[in-house]
């Protein structure tokens, strides 16, 4: 992560994710969050590829529910094809977020979708999350 101050991504222990924002005039930012194509380690192989490399068969769920609590929230829904996903748009005037506190618990929930061809080997996949320092239009 790069450490962009005033407003920065922080990961700690009892917190996954966190922004802070100072800046005086609280003018909102946005986190997304991207996860490139499942490939095999050598690169020779997308997961589900059948000649198409652009990869998407496989889908994190980020979620998070309060200690005791059955119901879960889904925060964001990311396949693994490198487009973004809004992950938090905080507004003017709002300033900090945590994914995961201590009463909140945080899961990722990782799916593939059935493909009619797969290669066993050790798959590689990069999250890639970028920091705007203004709300999405």
Request: glycine share 12%; with cysteine.
């Given at each position: 992560f790069q450490n962009v101050s005033p407003?920065?991504?922080?990961?700690?222990?009892?917190?996954i994710?966190?922004?802070?924002?100072?800046?005086?005039?609280?003018?909102?930012?946005?986190?997304?969050m991207s996860l490139s194509p499942f490939t095999l380690a050598d690169g020779s192989y997308v997961?589900?590829?059948?000649?198409?490399?652009?990869?998407?068969?496989?889908e994190?769920?980020?979620?998070?529910?309060?200690?005791?609590?059955?119901k879960v929230t889904e925060i964001a829904r990311v396949r693994d094809n490198g487009n973004a996903v809004t992950v938090?748009?905080?507004?003017?005037?709002?300033?900090?977020?945590?994914?995961?506190?201590?009463?909140?618990q945080?899961?990722?929930f990782m799916s593939i979708?059935?493909?009619p061809s797969v290669r066993?080997?050790?798959y590689r996949s990069t999250v890639t999350w970028t920091l705007s320092d203004a709300p999405m239009p």
């Open positions: 407003v920065a991504i922080i990961l700690c222990a009892t917190t994710l966190s922004v802070t924002d100072t800046r005086p005039n609280k003018p909102g930012w946005h986190l997304q997961l589900g590829d059948n000649g198409n490399t652009s990869g998407g068969k496989a994190m769920v980020i979620a998070e529910n309060k200690d005791n609590e059955a938090k748009n905080m507004a003017p005037g709002g300033s900090n977020w945590s994914l995961g506190t201590e009463e909140m945080t899961q990722a979708q059935k493909t066993t080997g050790q």
